[in-house]
Nanobody, 115 residues
Framework: QVQVAESGGGLVQAGGSLRLSCVASGSIFGPTVMGWYRQAPGTQREFVANITIDGMTNYEDSVKGRFTISRENVWSTVYLQMNSLKPEDTAVYYC?????????WGRGTPVTVSS
C-alpha cells in the first residue's frame, strides 16, 4: 500500500511564493512519475506538473515560468516551488505517485492566494 502525503500549503498574497512537498512511502518500488494536480471550488481537478524518474518535466501552460517541479528519487519526494502566485492559483493541490501502473493520491493541501 503506497501512501502519499503532501505538505506546505497555506495563505499567501498575490505575487508571493510557496513550496509544496510530497512524500510517497510504503512500497519497495519507487514511483516512476510523481506530480501535482489541483482543484478549485466548483471545478474539475486539473493537471499542474509532473516529473519522471529520469527528471523530465511537464507543466500546464498557465504555470510555466512560475512553478518548478523537482524530486529526490532516493526519498521518493517531489517538490513544487510556486512563485509569482496569482489568485487563480487558489485550489487544493493533490500529489500523486505512479507506482507499478497505479496512480496513488494524497489527500491534498490547500493553497489560497489573496489579491
Amino acid at each position: 500500500q503506497v501512501q502519499v502525503a503532501e505538505s506546505g500549503g497555506g495563505l499567501v498574497q498575490a505575487g508571493g511564493s510557496l513550496r509544496l512537498s510530497c512524500v510517497a512511502s510504503g512500497s519497495i518500488f519507487g514511483p516512476t512519475v510523481m506530480g501535482w494536480y489541483r482543484q478549485a471550488p466548483g471545478t474539475q481537478r486539473e493537471f499542474v506538473a509532473n516529473i519522471t524518474i529520469d527528471g523530465m518535466t511537464n507543466y500546464e501552460d498557465s504555470v510555466k515560468g512560475r512553478f518548478t517541479i523537482s524530486r529526490e528519487n532516493v526519498w521518493s519526494t517531489v517538490y513544487l516551488q510556486m512563485n509569482s502566485l496569482k489568485p487563480e492559483d487558489t485550489a487544493v493541490y493533490y500529489c500523486y505517485a505512479h507506482v507499478r501502473g497505479i496512480n496513488n493520491w494524497g489527500r491534498g493541501t490547500p493553497v489560497t492566494v489573496s489579491s
